[in-house]
Structures are given as C-alpha cells and as structure tokens.
C-alpha cells in the first residue's frame, strides 16, 4: 500500500486558517486522495477526497499538487470542534476489491480558543 | 438516519476468555469492515466482507480472531482466549455500493483484557 507522511501534531487558533500537509510521492495513478478525522472518543469521519483537482466541501478544501506527489487539507476556520486527529489516506484497489483504508498514524491539531 | 452501531461500548475481560463485539452496519450497506486500534495509533484493518461474504481476512492476527456476518447485515467479531496485547478499540465500518464512495464508522468498542 502507498503510505503518507504527517506532521505528527499541529496547533492553531480559532477562527484562524488551517493548512494540514500530506506527502505520498509514491501514489500511483489510479491512487484517491482521501482525508478522515477523528474526534476523542468516536471513530474516523470522512472529510473529503480527490484524485487530481482541487475539491471544495462544507467541511474543508483539499488542494493538490500538480504532480499528485503532495496535498494539503485546510480547513477555512477552525473551531475548538476541529480538534481531532487528521488521516492522509491513499485509496485503490487491493485484495477482494476492498478498496480498504491503510491508516497511518495522522495529524494531531490542537485548536486554542 | 442511524449511522454504525457497535455493542457494547465497554467490554473488559480476563485473560483466557472468549469475547463477541457486535456490529450493525447502515441498513443497506453492502460492505464491511473491522480495525483494530491500539492507543494512540492509527487503526489497522482486521478483515472485509462483501453482503456475507468475507474477502479479505488478511489483516486478523491470529487463529484466535474469527469475524461472521452471516446473513449480510450484522457482524460479529469474535476473539477467543483473549490476551492482554488484544486490548484495543475495535472499529467497525460500513459503505454502500458506489465505489470510491466513503466509509462510516461506528465509535468502536473498547477491549480491555486484564
């Protein structure tokens, strides 16, 4: 499985911008961009996702890098409900057509009020 | 609508026994999934089922970890002679039929083996 790298933590302040990074330089080509979240306590939620252009929804923007080798996650405000640990997952085909998620260890954001 | 449900939310067993975590998936879902999550890690996929049937079970520990989703909607995960390594947060996770479309997890059980 093509893996992803992470900062390990991140900090903001509320109401600020915040720009999550994501390397993969070895995503193939038929390779999504996908980002969850997860909140203390409660499992990953999906986020957004892509494969080549930038994509927009109400909870965030994904930008990518033109040779796909990087992406960045932002997030347009940050509330203290942010908080949570962000995964960089790199979704294909694999075994049965599972098409399962290969979790790393993910992006810590803290969000001071 | 009901998201992913998974019971009990707390399971603490002694060391030596046999432990069932249940999960029910979005009505309709016709794929699901098991991770394990060891804390402060990422979580680690167990094993995948399509409708009944399980396709990848390439991700299950040991012989002591047996996943069923006998009539294609709700699963069990089963770990028998539990050990203290097998403390985790078990995660189940449901998605429909349009590929690429996103997973939904349930907020997990949390195993503690004592």
């Known amino acids: 499985d093509a893996k992803t790298t992470q900062p390990n933590s991140m900090e903001s302040n509320e109401e600020e911008p915040v720009h999550l990074p994501c390397n993969h330089s070895?995503?193939?080509?038929?390779?999504?961009i996908h980002w969850y979240r997860q909140l203390p306590s409660q499992g990953p939620e999906y986020v957004i996702h892509g494969l080549t252009s930038n994509v927009n929804n109400r909870m965030a923007s994904l930008a990518i890098a033109e040779d796909r080798k990087s992406s960045t996650l932002i997030l347009h405000r940050a509330t203290l409900r942010d908080a949570a640990v962000y995964y960089c997952i790199l979704r294909g085909l694999s075994q049965g057509g599972s098409e399962k998620l290969v979790f790393g260890k993910g992006t810590k954001l803290t969000v001071n009020p | 609508g009901a998201g992913v449900s998974q019971s009990p939310r707390y399971k603490v067993a002694k060391r030596g026994q046999d432990v069932a975590l249940r999960c029910d998936p979005i009505s309709g879902h016709v794929s699901l999934f098991w991770y394990q999550q060891a804390l402060g890690q990422g979580p680690e996929f167990l094993t995948y089922?399509?409708?009944?049937?399980?396709?990848?079970k390439s991700g299950l520990p040991s012989d002591r970890f047996f996943a069923e989703r006998p009539e294609g909607s709700v699963s069990t995960l089963k770990i028998q002679r539990t050990q203290q390594e097998d403390s985790a947060v078990y995660l189940c996770?449901?998605?429909?039929?349009?590929?690429?479309?996103?997973?939904?997890f349930g907020n997990g059980t949390r195993l503690t083996v004592t």
């Open positions: 070895t995503i193939s080509g038929t390779d999504y």
């Open positions: 089922f399509q409708n009944e049937a399980q396709l990848d």
């Open positions: 996770a449901s998605r429909g039929g349009i590929p690429r479309s996103p997973l939904h």
